[in-house]
């Protein structure tokens, strides 16, 4: 899972059936400091998060084939899976 920022809506006209009725996300990930880490990209919108919201992404394909229950052959791979409202550290 990774810690990411919402960046903005994705459409496609052409895509595979399973993304049909499915809101895409271009998301950016994070470091523990809240800074840009890595590059971005897609993921499927599974709890209603907006533009800049901070939200947790589920990477792994099996995890996301097990919550949308759709078979083995799903090629979805990210699923934004929870906002986060807020962040605590130690320090």
Known sequence: MKCCRVVGPMWATVKHPAFAG????????????????GTSFVAIDNVQAGV?????????????RQ?????????????IVGIVDHVETGS
Do not use: C
């Open 67 to 79: 919550i949308l229950k759709m078979g083995d052959q799903v090629p979805i791979r990210s699923m």
């Open 22 to 37: 499915r809101t895409l996300f271009v998301v950016q990930p994070l470091d523990e400091h809240g800074m840009d880490a």
């Open 52 to 64: 800049g919201d901070k939200v947790i992404v589920l990477t792994e394909g099996n995890g996301v």
